[in-house]
């Protein structure tokens, strides 16, 4: 690999840093009764209300429906992302330094995986909080369950829910795509073939000399 793939390669790691700072993904809901709206953003480490109160009011909303309370310290993999986006930072810049290609390449392969579990996982936390409803709630409506969108828009009730990546997710996917660069620029380069062609002078020669025989 050339110096400026390895910059690039140690660039894409270090921008992964910034995960631990940027909210990874905004749920909102909009209803008549909340003008301003709620909302909640997931962390690497953690869930936040947009305001203050707006991650106990959701709560407070959800007990009357029977859904779970959504508590932090309870969603087992806001214990060990951090540690596994730790880990990426340290393959890519093992990569980088390495220059190996095949280093640069196992490093997207991994993180595209994670990617993809991920979303997986975010999709079966939201599945299971949408549905596994306490049969002792205040308001039950029988078939009805409550799964906010993975992404997009989607009327619950007289709630709209959107489901979109935050900031810290548009980094990891810059991340990726700096990565991917860093690969295909350090790929082995076909050298180029001249055409060689003997000077002007030299074919006027040869042409009078033909012409002579």
Not at 128 to 151: C, E, F, K, T
């Amino acid at each position: 690999m050339n110096s400026t793939s390895r910059l690039l390669m140690a660039a894409a790691a270090l921008l992964l840093a910034g995960m631990y700072f940027l909210p990874l993904w905004q749920i909102t809901l909009e209803a008549p009764q909340y003008p301003e709206g709620l909302g909640m953003t997931i962390h690497l480490h953690t869930v936040r209300g947009e305001s203050p109160n707006d991650l106990e009011s959701i709560n407070n909303l959800n007990h009357y429906i029977g859904m779970k309370r959504i508590e932090p310290d309870a969603i087992a993999e806001l214990a060990y992302m951090p540690y596994i986006i730790g880990a990426m930072i340290l393959l890519g810049l093992a990569a980088a330094v390495s220059g190996r290609r095949w280093a640069v390449l196992g490093w997207i392969l991994l993180f595209a995986t994670l990617g993809v579990v991920g979303m997986v996982d975010f999709y079966l936390w939201e599945y299971d909080y949408g549905h596994d409803l306490d049969p002792r709630a205040i308001i039950q409506i029988p078939g009805m369950s409550y799964q906010p969108p993975l992404v997009g828009s989607e009327q619950i009730l007289n709630f709209m829910a959107h489901s979109y990546p935050a900031s810290g997710a548009w980094l990891a996917v810059i991340s990726g795509l700096l990565a991917a660069v860093a690969w295909w620029r350090s790929r082995p380069r076909t050298p180029r073939v001249r055409n060689e062609r003997p000077p002007e002078h030299d074919l006027g020669q040869n042409t009078h000399r033909n012409g002579k025989d």
